[in-house]
């Protein structure tokens, strides 16, 4: 019996009826297909992702498995999975940083759980496999060194400041530098020069992300950041009920003004599930949905309120590294999939764009 060889074409070919379900392109024009190797009829290739936090990752595996083996003579493919986060082609020429997105997640007022989605959102992309930084530019309450557990930088070497680490997770936050009962008063000049010096002066390294917590509402700091450092996009944070939906919607409207993509809303504290399965709106959800529609932008979901969360930030272990199997994790772990696969898309298309020019 003659064995037919299998050519690295044939496989291309037959890949190319495997589509992207999000970016709605086929895995070879999205130049994910690499190092395709074929040893009699075995097929070994690596399949490139955009996201390591891609929610479809193992429906996309299993289709391009199942296309390559329709082929005549294969009988068995081997695929390692793997993600390479494509720089979102904003030009960093105000701080030349080597950081390919940078997300900022905002609020119109305080207390709505901003901070507590930045922090999970750079967690869960950092476990993904991402490479991720998480800058407090919440210069009025720096909480975030409480609630990744860090209370010191490392030791400094006197060149540029190394930022804290944890749960795989870069961290600068000016409440490394002030006690936690000094009062930090900040004017604008002073407030543009701080946020730049955490951009430059900090050794970030290479990074995939970078996920910064703006302050509440519309002040300076989110017009500073923008001018130092192109966003890759913007969400917002707001609790269900009127009051924080008006304050978001300003919020809204500062990103659009910023020329910062709008990521989308997400509605924190949205339920309370009681232990018998019941669902109680405690501030009446459904707010942040139809504040999204009407202002034309995603929503992006809602998270629950759960005891743990609050005991996750007192603690200083963020609840999807806690709790992950519940359900607020599950919908923060959904999120920050959503988040990551929107930022693809708007790099994937600005490249493509930018290669079709
Ligand atoms: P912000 O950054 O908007 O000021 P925080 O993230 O600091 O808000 O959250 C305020 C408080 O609410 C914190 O104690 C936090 O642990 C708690 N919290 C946030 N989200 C939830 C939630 N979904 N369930 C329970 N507690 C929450």
């Known amino acids: 019996m003659v064995e037919k060889k299998i050519t690295n074409e044939m496989v291309l070919n037959a890949l190319r009826r495997v589509q992207d379900p999000e970016l709605h392109r086929d895995v070879v024009t999205l130049n994910m297909i690499k190092d395709i190797e074929i040893n009699g009829s075995v097929v070994n290739f690596r399949l490139e992702l955009t996201?390591?936090?891609?929610?479809?990752?193992?429906?996309?595996?299993?289709?391009?498995?199942?296309?390559?083996?329709?082929l005549d003579g294969v009988s068995e493919v081997n695929i390692k999975m793997d993600a390479r986060v494509p720089n979102d082609g904003r030009v960093r020429n105000m701080l030349s940083l080597p950081i390919r997105?940078?997300?900022?997640?905002?609020?119109g007022k305080g207390g709505v759980g901003k901070s507590t989605i930045a922090v999970n959102l750079a967690v869960v992309l950092a476990q993904a496999g991402a490479r991720v930084g998480l800058l407090d530019a919440d210069i009025y309450g720096?909480?975030?060194?409480?609630?990744?557990?860090v209370r010191y930088l490392p030791p400094q070497n006197n060149q540029k400041i190394q930022p804290a680490e944890a749960y795989g997770v870069k961290l600068m936050s000016i409440g490394f530098l002030v006690k936690p009962e000094q009062a930090l008063i900040w004017r604008g000049p002073m407030l543009h020069s701080a946020i730049r010096q955490f951009l430059s002066d900090v050794e970030w390294g290479e990074l995939d992300y970078l996920v910064v917590?703006?302050?509440?509402?519309?002040?300076?700091?989110?017009?500073?950041?923008?001018?130092?450092l192109p966003l890759s996009g913007g969400v917002i944070v707001t609790l269900p009920q009127q009051v924080s939906l008006d304050d978001a919607r300003r919020g809204l409207e500062m990103f659009r003004q910023l020329e910062v993509p709008v990521l989308g809303v997400i509605e924190n504290m949205s339920y309370l599930e009681m232990p018998d399965g019941t669902i109680l709106d405690v501030f009446?959800?459904?707010?942040?949905?139809k504040l999204a529609e009407q202002?034309?932008?995603s929503f992006l979901g809602a998270v629950p309120i759960d005891p743990q969360v609050r005991v996750g930030s007192d603690n200083g272990i963020p609840v999807v590294i806690s709790n992950p199997d519940?359900?607020?994790s599950k919908k923060l772990i959904q999120?920050?999939?959503?988040i990551a696969a929107k930022v693809s898309i708007a790099a994937l298309q600005a490249g493509l764009e930018m290669r079709l020019k």
């Open 295 to 297: 202002a034309g932008v």
């Open 142 to 149: 720096p909480n975030l060194p409480t609630m990744m557990g």
């Open 326 to 328: 519940s359900n607020v």
């Open 284 to 289: 009446g959800n459904g707010g942040g949905m």
């Open 51 to 70: 996201t390591p936090a891609c929610p479809l990752s193992s429906q996309i595996e299993s289709e391009a498995r199942k296309a390559v083996l329709t």
């Open 213 to 228: 917590d703006l302050p509440p509402g519309t002040g300076d700091a989110p017009l500073s950041l923008a001018q130092s």
């Open 335 to 338: 999120i920050s999939q959503v």
């Open 101 to 107: 997105n940078a997300i900022a997640v905002g609020s």
